[in-house]
C-alpha cells in the first residue's frame, strides 16, 4: 500500500497509545515472515537491518526487495538503517532508498553526537521523505558492531535529551532507559519508566513531535512493554528474538529431515516460525488493525 518513513507511522501510534514492531532481518526469508505477520494482522511495519547484514546484501539488492514488496503489501511499510556509527553509509543508505536512518553517535561525547547526527538530519531532509533517530545514552549489550558492557551503559537525561532534540532536528529519538541488546540476564530487567515518561513530558507534552523509541525488545516481559508504551514508547525495536527464531525454525526442520535436501521447505519453516513471532509482537504492541 504505502512505502512510510517511520516518524509518520509512529505519530500516529503515540498519539493511539499503540507501538510499532521494529525487526531486524538479516535476509529475505526473514523479511517475508515479517510482511505476512503484518499483512495478516493489518499492522504497519518497521523492517530494519543493521550496518553488516546490509553491506552483506547490498543497499541496492535490499532496497529493490523492499520496494517490490511494499508494492503489493496492503499495509504501511519503512525500511530502517539500525545502529550506523558511519555518517557516510547512513548517507549511501539514504541515497539507496532506506526511508528512516539511525545514525548512532551515541558513544562520541556530547558534542560529537550533536554535530554527526545532525549532519545525517539535514542530508536526509534534503533527500526526501527520510526521518531520522538519534540516540542519546548508551544501551548495555551487543547490537552488530556495537558492543557496550553493562557498566559502561549510560542513561539519558530529560533535559539534556530536549537540548539533543532541538539541536539535531532529529525526527524520532532512542533515550537510554535501562533496556539492552540480547537476552536479559534476568527475568525483571531494571527499566527507568519514569525517565521514559519524563522526557516523552518534556517533548511530546504539548503534541506528539517526536516520538520515542524502545531498544532491546528482545526478552521485555509483555507488563513492561504495556507499561513502555503508556510512557510514550512508540517503535520497539526486536532483533535478537529474531535471530534466534531463524536459527532454531532451520535446526529443528533439519533435525527433523536428515534425509530430505530442499532448502524451499527449510524456507518455509522459517518464514512461518518468524509469522508466528512477530505476530505476538504486533498483538503485544496494539498494532493490530491500524494499518
Ligand atoms: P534486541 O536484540 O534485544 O531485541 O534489541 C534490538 C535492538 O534494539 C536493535 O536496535
Redesign the pocket.
Known sequence: MSIVNAKEIMVEAAKGKYAIG?F?ITDLVQLEGVVDAAVELKSPVII?T?VKPSKFLGTEVLVAIFRTIAASAPVPICLHL??CTEVAYCKTCADAGYTNIMIDASKQPYDGNIAQTKEVVDYCHKAGNISVEGELGT?S?V?DQIKVAEDEAQLANPEQAVKFVEATGVDIFAPAIG?????YKTKNPKIDFERLGKINQLLNGGGVKTPLVV?????LPEDYIKKLIEMGGAKF?????LKHTLIDAKYEYLSAHRDEYDPGKVDVAVRDAIRKAVSHWIQMLGSAGKA
Open positions: 521494529a531486524n530494519q543493521s539500525d545502529h544501551v549489550g547490537e533496556t539492552a541488546h540480547g537476552v531498544h532491546g525488545g528482545t526478552g525495536n526486536v532483533s535478537t528474538e
